[in-house]
């Protein structure tokens, strides 16, 4: 019977040994492979064509012979001892590097240090990780043989682009003071501590501008630079009664004594004028600059500023009147008026006040408040008249959980309180005609210039078509030139008239679906929603909400979550 056996050869390779004997079972590939899986040398690569070749000659050995007479040896490398090897992928964007392991069979395995080599002859030359590197070697030792193992071994940054330039205000406004007001011992707080933490000095810093930065570079894992955006800039601006500091072109000073305000990118001061209430006994106020009033505006008294006017205390039955912010620590207070038994344009509240900036308040009833900005009260708002070109938010600053109940209320943006109307019914009424009007008084306007140009277009066409109907005797070309020319002018502005018009009444469309109501608690019946042609009330109690225009009707939608814009 033939003999087979495996040995390793001086190439570290392993031969199949023949001895051909005639007689016994036969040697096949089947035999061979059996060998192979049975011996040590059985993650090394096979040759099949090796076994197959010699099987042949084993045959072509046996077949002169004898039964039981030997032939010559027989011998072939059928097994190899194969390295394992490496495929580096660097991606498209070169933003990372993978490397792609065939495990060894039977040779030597990859090191991290021959990883990290062949990724960098690769074209590889930044980002690795050595701890990625150590793994994959590690992993792929493990692994059966002749098997794909991959993971990323390197990572290219991206770049950090620069920040904007900021402007760090150094003192606080009026407002910041009055909603952060200084803790006594006792841990209550002193709301009429205000005068000196409010008004500045001659040569006090302001504002600082915080330069841009350029940005941090990046790369890819090729080593190509990938350069960051540089942060953008703004101009640090002086307002009136402040100057640039001598010494640091980024610091904004107060030049004279008086009251901060914060006007964009930079900041002035107002002349200031300070008082500890306003009542009969101090006459009414009118004055150029900002007021301060540490205590109270009491009944029938006025107080008129160009600048901003801060309350320490309440404002009753008077009349307050300001070119920038309102700032009223306690309360607006006016008398009982039953505005719901009155028409609205009927109605004169005891208490007004009107600003060309925000106002806040802490709370607020029976009053008229007009605002060229945004009114924010902290905790209710109760039966009064508001007209307001920007937004109208009850509650703090972080959460709209006030209540709003009864009143009118002529709105620019958005309405948001945690209770709005009451269990009682109180009407609630939210007009949102401000923009709207002003949108619908653009498109008149727009289609007056429409009815212009087309009694225009109509007069030159006709005049067009008289001459053309000219006999040639009597025809006028240069005439007929000229009247075309002017037709066709104003042709084109009637197309262009027509795209305004619908670019004004998109406008208005976008308005009416961006506008809203929103309870983040309760919506109670009786508040009603008017967007222009179209309004609606709640007709019952409901949880969390918000009513908006959609679909040319009034629909209250329930939130889970307030925006908390």
Not at 65 to 76: K, T
Not at 96 to 103: L, Y
Not at 224 to 235: A, I, K
Request: overall charge negative.
């Amino acid at each position: 019977m033939t003999k087979a056996h495996l040995i390793s050869n001086d190439k570290n390779n392993v031969d199949l040994l023949l001895e051909p004997i005639k007689g016994g079972d036969t040697i096949s590939t089947a035999t061979i492979n059996e060998l192979i899986n049975a011996s040590e040398f059985n993650n090394l690569r096979i040759s099949t064509a090796s076994i197959t070749n010699a099987i042949a000659e084993l045959n072509d050995v046996l077949k002169p012979l004898q039964e039981s007479q030997s032939g010559r040896e027989i011998r072939y490398q059928v097994l190899e001892r194969i390295d394992a090897s490496i495929i580096i992928n660097i991606e498209s964007d070169e933003m990372s590097a993978s490397a792609e392991i065939t495990t060894a069979q039977g040779g030597a395995h990859l090191t991290a240090k021959a990883i990290l080599t062949a990724a960098q002859e690769a074209g590889v030359k930044k980002g690795f990780s050595k701890e990625n590197l150590v793994k994959l070697a590690q992993l792929a030792a493990k692994e059966p043989s002749n098997t794909q193992v991959s993971a990323q071994i390197a990572l290219g940054k991206l770049p950090i682009n620069g920040n904007d330039a900021q402007i760090k205000p150094l003192v606080e406004s009026a407002q910041a003071r009055i909603l952060r007001p200084k803790k006594r011992e006792d841990g209550s707080v002193d709301m009429r501590d205000l005068g000196d933490i409010i008004c500045v000095k001659v040569g006090d810093p302001l504002i600082k501008k915080i330069p841009l930065s350029e940005g941090r570079e990046g790369y890819t894992v090729t080593a190509t630079t990938l350069d960051p955006s540089p942060g953008n800039d703004v101009e640090l601006i002086p307002g009136e009664g402040t100057v640039i500091s001598p010494k640091n072109e980024n610091v904004l000073l107060s030049n004279k004594v008086g009251l901060p305000k914060m006007i964009p990118n930079g900041m002035e001061v107002d002349e200031v004028y300070k008082i500890k209430n306003v009542s009969v006994a101090t006459g009414n106020i009118n004055f150029t600059g900002s007021v301060i009033i540490e205590g109270d505006v009491t009944e029938g008294m006025k107080v008129i500023a160009s600048g901003d006017i801060t309350v320490g205390g309440f404002v009753e039955s008077a009349m307050i009147e300001s070119g920038g912010d309102i700032t009223i620590s306690g309360g607006i207070i006016g008398r009982k008026h039953d505005i719901e038994q009155t028409k609205v344009t009927d109605v004169t509240m005891s208490v007004s006040v009107n600003a060309k900036g925000n106002i806040y308040a802490k709370y607020c009833q029976y009053a008229q408040i007009t605002c060229t900005q945004d009114v924010r009260i902290e905790n209710q708002l109760l039966h009064s008249l508001l007209d307001v070109n920007g937004k109208l938010w009850i509650g703090k600053a972080e959460k709209a959980d006030g209540k709003l109940i009864g009143g009118y209320t002529k709105i620019g943006k958005s309405v948001q309180a945690g209770m709005i109307g009451a269990p009682a019914g109180s009407n609630t009424h939210i007009n949102f005609e401000r923009k709207i009007n002003k949108l619908k008084d653009e498109i008149n306007d727009i289609d007056d210039l429409m009815h212009i140009e087309s009694d225009k277009t109509t007069e030159l066409l006709n005049a067009v078509n008289k001459l053309k109907a000219l006999p040639k005797n009597k025809a006028k070309p240069d005439l007929l030139a000229k009247v075309v020319a002017s037709y066709q002018v104003h042709a084109k502005r009637m197309g262009e008239i027509l795209e305004q018009k619908a670019a004004v009444e998109q406008k208005l469309q976008d308005y009416k679906d961006s506008v809203y109501i929103e309870a983040t608690e309760k919506l109670y019946h009786g508040v009603e929603m008017i967007v222009g042609d179209f309004n609606d009330r709640s007709r019952r109690e409901y949880g969390p909400s918000r009513m908006i225009c959609k679909e040319r009707k009034i629909v209250i939608d329930p939130i889970v979550n307030s925006p908390g814009n």
